[in-house]
């Protein structure tokens, strides 16, 4: 077993998302298990002060943060806070993904500003290193005073309450627990509040969109020169020059990459077909390139609310403050996951644009790619399947950070959405891979007709690839299979790509 220790040290996308798959084992520094203790002890003696009023702590929740709690009632209050939030719906989270929010609130209390326990942060890693997952669900986050709903199913865990999966299982927390002799922890003044408010489920889905979205930057760079190499494509579109008198940094990168993975193939030595190349190709490096940057720059901001404190009140020991604030407020994160899902969602318009291209008989590839036309329908439905899984992208590419819904009787009266548009923009990752990989397939078959004509060594191991696993389409043959397998190459290559 692998391990990771959180020392204060500044975190990113990348190494939580690896950490997580991987399934290391969390450890916390001495530095960081001190800083939480000093932390709690100042809260203690705060609330010595008969006089003290400190909203979440003593006082009730939302629009009831008028009601002062009797000093005898604090753990109650904080028990009762996670029950009655509990009330997310619909889908569950995949199980990855719950992984992951378990391990981003872990790093979120390890700052040591929440005002919990040492005990309380200990005890969320035993569990999370005995491999007990929380099932949470999908629905029930405005994304305002953090992931209230999803969070509050995660916390159940400390109660012995709620489900969980266990080895690839559905099972009750209570069970797991004992099975791991792992003991409920009551929770003490703040601790219920400092667990729900936070960021940490749409964050979870960001950080594995973002991880992964990077990755198919790349392979979506890879199969468009495989579509190109098919289409006998000219690569002076992608000539440095062009690029260096217009200089985004994503279409520089685009051009680069395609121009280098498509230098030296015999298919240069072939007479072009058309003095120009539709949009789909030649303009790759403009298309990409611009997701590309978006891509980046929803990366900072998801490194940034990653190193983040995200629940409120804060406690600040050293400077002898408890403040109330909102940054629990997921705002940043919407917005960015909802330029994400539009950047995503034109990778793959303009890929299945070029499947369209390929089908067409023009060229010299016979129309849909087969060599029967009519008796054999070929490649025909790909295309349909590739136009209804692009339409459904732009769909879920309406904008969740527009929205807000009044709340807790008017207290909450702007939220962010974040959640809604974390969870249709793990759609749109998804749905991107499928695009990518019947573009995969289309190209393929389209490149059989150019041989025995070889192009550059990186687009012939492409090439390779699919032919390890899926054989060029001779006659009308199941294509679902094939679809399914293309998938799976895909989620290989981008395993590849993470780990570098």
């Known amino acids: 077993m692998h391990q990771f220790t959180i020392d204060g040290s500044p975190l990113n996308a990348d190494v939580i998302y690896k950490a997580s798959s991987k399934q290391h084992s969390l450890y916390l520094s001495d530095t960081v298990s001190q800083k939480v203790a000093k932390n709690r002890a100042y809260l203690d003696n705060k609330m010595q002060d008969p006089n003290a009023v400190i909203y979440g702590i003593n006082t009730g929740f939302g629009s009831l943060c008028n009601v002062r709690i009797s000093d005898e009632n604090l753990g109650k209050l904080q028990e009762n806070l996670v029950l009655s939030h509990a009330c997310g719906m619909g889908e569950k989270v995949p199980e990855d993904i719950c992984r992951l929010i378990h391990f981003l609130k872990i790093v979120n209390l390890s700052h040591g500003f929440s005002g919990i326990r040492p005990e309380l942060l200990d005890r969320l890693k035993d569990i999370y290193n005995a491999g007990i997952i929380p099932v949470i669900y999908q629905q029930g986050s405005l994304g305002a005073s953090g992931d209230l709903a999803p969070l509050a199913h995660l916390s159940l865990l400390l109660l012995g309450k709620g489900k969980v999966y266990l080895n690839g299982k559905e099972t009750d927390a209570a069970s797991a627990l004992k099975m791991h002799n792992i003991e409920p922890l009551p929770l003490k003044s703040k601790e219920g ?38 289409f006998v494509c000219d690569i002076a579109p992608f000539d440095h020059l062009l690029h260096d008198i217009r200089p985004h940094e994503g279409q520089l990168t685009t051009a680069s990459e395609i121009f280098a993975l498509l230098d030296g193939s015999e298919l240069r030595n072939f007479q072009k077909l058309s003095v120009q190349d539709p949009y789909s190709f030649r303009c790759v490096p403009q298309v990409h390139g611009a997701s590309y940057q978006a891509i980046k720059h929803a990366e900072e901001v998801i490194n940034t609310e990653i190193n983040a404190v995200t629940d409120n009140p804060i406690v600040f020991d050293e400077d002898d403050k408890v403040l109330s604030g909102g940054n629990f407020h997921a705002q940043p994160l919407a917005l960015v996951l909802d330029y994400l899902a539009i950047a995503l969602s034109e990778l793959g318009s303009i890929s299945e644009r070029r499947v369209y291209q390929l089908i067409n008989g023009d060229r010299g590839l016979p129309a849909f790619l087969t060599k029967y036309p009519g008796l054999d329908s070929g490649f025909m439905i790909a295309q349909y399947t590739a136009a209804s899984i692009a339409s459904q992208n732009k769909q879920y590419c309406t904008p969740a950070s527009v929205d807000s819904i009044v709340s807790s009787k008017g207290q909450e009266d702007h939220v962010s959405m974040a959640a809604n548009a974390a969870t249709k923009g793990f759609k749109v990752l998804n749905n991107l891979k499928s695009l990518l990989a019947i573009e995969l397939l289309t190209a393929a078959q389209a490149f059989e007709f150019r041989r025995p004509a070889k192009s550059t060594p990186i687009i012939e191991s492409i090439m390779t690839d699919v032919r390890d696993k899926i054989a060029m389409l001779e006659e009308d043959r199941l294509m679902h299979d094939d679809m399914v397998m293309a998938v799976s190459i895909i989620d290989t290559w981008i395993e590849r790509e993470i780990k570098g």
Do not use: C, R, V
């Open 193 to 230: 509040l400092a667990l729900l408010n936070g960021t940490q489920f749409s964050l979870a889905y960001a950080t594995k969109i973002i991880a992964e979205a990077k990755a198919l930057f790349h392979i979506a760079n890879k199969i468009a020169a495989l579509s190109m190499e098919a």
